[in-house]
């Protein structure tokens, strides 16, 4: 059965892909998931219970032949095996895959990270900067990136800097229990406009249009991350002196991603900055310690 040219198989259906599919949905796309567990069900949306890894549960639904794949992996760890399965052998077997079963995707867009550019000195980076991943995870990240680049299909490398947003409460956790920052930079983007840039993206693929074959995706404002500390715990109250313990992991990629490629396809950010990005997050986290202290 051949699906609509106006469709899209998301590989990877998480919270990005349940926040983005409403809104491809609303715009007229058909759009099915895949993924190792059940998720919760996405009005109009199949969801397919099935390993990109296995070929024969995964083939079934590619010989669908969607017009657009996106891939949002997520490991089951943080060890290298970890990222190797999930990134780089499961990208060589839908490659693999696809072109066995002679299906080819008007478009590819894998979801990678900014940790492919490795430890910097505080440069600005942008999608001419060569990666130099300075972790077993991030080299699994760019070997994946570079089957992709390397097929014959038409592909988008979309990098994501730090994603924040609800649910997302691992440094605020760390303000509350006073780890501090330092000088070096840090990147970040609100989960939204994760979701934002990826349906923009489809969009323009729709319209006819070519995507660059990588792009770097963060918001407008790097911030040190000590000033990002001192900014979160004074919107919770505690004040800049509340931080004095050391930095549990000090920072090392130190970088300032440049998102002007992004910006000059058209694309307008929800969140611009943490100052915008962070207010829900915040509300919900203080929900959460209000309701802890009740207990």
Known sequence: MNVSRKSVLWLGFGEIARCCAPSLIDAGFHVDGVARTAKTPVVGCQVFLADIGE??????ILARDYAIIVITLTPDGRREEDYKKAYLLNVEMLLENLNKLNVSPEQIIFVSSTSVYGDSKGEVVDE?????????TAKMLWMAEQLIEKSPFSACILRFSGIYGPGRFHLLRQVR???????????????????????????????????PPVLLASDDKPVRSKDLRYWLAEQLGYGRQHLTAPSAKPGSANR????????SLGYQFKFPDYTTGFVQTLAQFQKEMHEQSQQ
């Open 256 to 263: 300032r991603c440049d998102n002007s490629l992004l910006r």
């Open 177 to 211: 229990d006073r780890v501090a920052g330092d000088a070096t930079w840090t990147n970040r983007i609100h989960s939204d406009d994760c979701a934002g840039v990826l349906f923009f993206l489809i969009q323009l693929v729709q319209a006819g249009e070519q995507l």
């Open 55 to 60: 070929a024969m549960a995964l083939n079934p």
């Open 128 to 136: 001419l900067v060569t990666p130099k991943p300075s972790t077993a």
